[in-house]
């Protein structure tokens, strides 16, 4: 089977893309998770996650932001709103 220049040209083109994609793939790797320099997800048991509730009802109660809350305890602004 002999193969045109142009597909020979289009395989060389796959070639190529592939190598820069297994070049580039250590740097892809680093970037696992939505946010860079995000802390890893875990799952809380029921506990961890009732106690968590319990001290986020009193700190705004208190007047603590809920951005600063968020950070805090490594979930949404949303998810503090819905506690509420």
Not at 9 to 19: C, D, E, P, R, S
Not at 52 to 61: E, P, S, T
Request: proline letters at 1%.
């Amino acid at each position: 089977m002999s193969l045109s220049k142009r597909q020979v040209a289009y395989l060389n083109k796959i070639i190529g893309t592939a190598q820069k994609m297994l070049a580039t793939a250590h740097l892809e790797a680093s970037k696992t998770g939505a946010r860079a320099g995000a802390p890893t997800r875990r799952r809380r048991s029921a506990a961890e996650a009732e106690k968590m509730r319990a001290d986020i009802l009193a700190k705004r109660a208190k007047g603590v932001a809920a951005t600063k809350l968020a950070e805090k305890y490594g979930v949404s602004t949303a998810y503090i709103y819905m506690i509420k």
